[in-house]
């Protein structure tokens, strides 16, 4: 997560688990980013105080959810593409 801490909002998705991935893609922003020097970046878990600490509440999530959260704003939700169903 390579983009500016400020930008909102904060998006989170859950893959299910693969290999050494835990399934979580975390971006700050409107859109995924594309290009190459801000696409995903890995991040530790004792990393997310400092760049999404709002996020860890919903860690235990499991794969299948999916959050978005602004100042104000919280929308937590369960889809089946990231499933594959």
Same mark, same amino acid.
């Given at each position: 997560?390579?983009?500016?801490? @400020? !930008?909102?909002?904060?998006?989170?998705?859950?893959? %299910?688990?693969?290999?050494?991935?835990? *399934? +979580?893609? =975390?971006?700050?922003?409107?859109?995924?980013?594309?290009?190459?020097?801000?696409?995903?970046?890995?991040?530790?878990?004792? @990393? !997310?105080?400092?760049?999404?600490?709002?996020?860890? %509440?919903?860690?235990?999530?499991?794969? *299948? +959810?999916? =959050?978005?959260?602004?100042?104000?704003?919280?929308?937590?939700?369960?889809?089946?593409?990231?499933?594959?169903?």
């Amino acid at each position: 997560m390579s983009r500016p801490h @400020h !930008l909102e909002p904060l998006n989170a998705l859950r893959h %299910p688990i693969a290999g050494r991935s835990n *399934g +979580w893609f =975390v971006w700050r922003g409107s859109e995924i980013p594309q290009d190459d020097d801000h696409f995903f970046d890995p991040l530790y878990i004792e @990393h !997310l105080d400092t760049h999404a600490p709002e996020l860890v %509440p919903y860690l235990a999530l499991p794969p *299948g +959810w999916r =959050v978005l959260l602004a100042p104000g704003h919280e929308d937590v939700w369960h889809d089946d593409e990231l499933m594959g169903i």
